[in-house]
């Protein structure tokens, strides 16, 4: 059955149609979804029954992984794939299968508090309710244009703080990664991998503008983040059991609804740190 796609909005997102990961892609249908992720940004491949080793191998052909970042206080990984985040509200036996409960989820990309924040991620939904802790997309590209000209010119040469004291949840990280947690970064860079231009916010808690006045950095954010999640900007996700998810961490912001507590809800994610470097060569 040959790839197709249906577009989820007009500006970005498409379900990719004809796809079975656990039985393999030829080269050709890999690079085929990799000039689909370039173009789209993210990706919903449904109806896939795969476990943790195949969700790995399927990442590991875009590039190198990262290991999964600890949530909060729960267990966050299944015992020998340390690569493997499990985002979940399910207690077991007295212990959180994962983490991130069953809150809403502010607006964020993924890891925006280290050096170089990972370019994609990958979640695959074991078990989701029905209607519930839906996952909306901004398109981080679409933001950009967004702003007025004299905004954009502004940010060419700002750098804004990232600070990852706190999860997406709000609730406060068990181990802080990288030194003091804190990381500072252009708000605009070239993405790495397509070489295009890229609003880098992260989250809007803990951020502030280099070389502002706190009043000033706070106004001039809530004008870029009142770009980047302009509605007609965003897709909305209602998932199923069996969804893989692909989205490009530097173009997109992510969020969750809140969900019935009472709900399992249970997801895997693997997060590419940087795509192979063939890859960039054939799509760059």
């Not at 079975?20 to 370039?38: C, H, K, P, S, V």
């Not at 476990?51 to 290991?67: S, T, V, Y």
């Not at 893989?244 to 809800?265: C, K, S």
Request: charged residues 20%.
């Amino acid at each position: 059955m040959p790839i197709s796609t249906r577009p989820l909005s007009p500006i970005f997102g498409a379900e990719v149609l004809g796809v079975d990961i656990e039985n393999g892609l030829t080269d050709e249908a890999f690079q085929e979804i990799i000039a689909l992720w370039r173009r789209h940004l993210v990706l919903v491949i449904r109806g896939q029954t795969i476990g943790d080793e195949c969700l790995l191998k399927f990442a590991r052909r875009f590039g190198p992984l990262d290991a999964a970042p600890q949530l909060d206080k729960s267990r966050s990984s299944p015992d020998g794939y340390p690569e493997i985040v499990v985002v979940s509200n399910v207690v077991e036996n007295g212990a959180p299968l994962g983490g991130l409960g069953h809150g809403d989820l502010a607006w964020h990309s993924d890891m925006t508090y280290v050096s170089n924040p990972p370019v994609g991620c990958i979640l695959h939904a074991w078990e989701a309710p029905a209607g519930a802790g839906r996952t909306h997309f901004a398109n981080l590209r679409a933001a950009l244009a967004a702003l007025s000209p004299e905004d954009r010119t502004r940010i060419a040469t700002l750098s804004s703080v990232h600070d990852n004291s706190y999860t997406s949840a709000g609730t406060r990280r068990h181990r802080v990664e990288g030194g003091d947690g804190r990381r500072v970064h252009p708000l605009v860079i070239e993405h790495p991998s397509w070489g295009e231009g890229a609003l880098l916010i992260g989250r809007q808690r803990g951020a502030a503008i280099v070389g502002l006045p706190p009043e000033e950095s706070d106004v001039l954010l809530a004008r870029i983040w009142e770009a980047a999640t302009l509605p007609e900007n965003t897709i909305t996700h209602d998932w199923r059991a069996g969804d893989v998810v692909i989205w490009d961490n530097l173009l997109t912001l992510h969020r969750r609804d809140a969900f019935d507590g009472h709900a399992r809800r249970i997801l895997h994610r693997a997060q590419i740190r940087a795509f192979h470097p063939n890859i960039q060569a054939q799509t760059g």
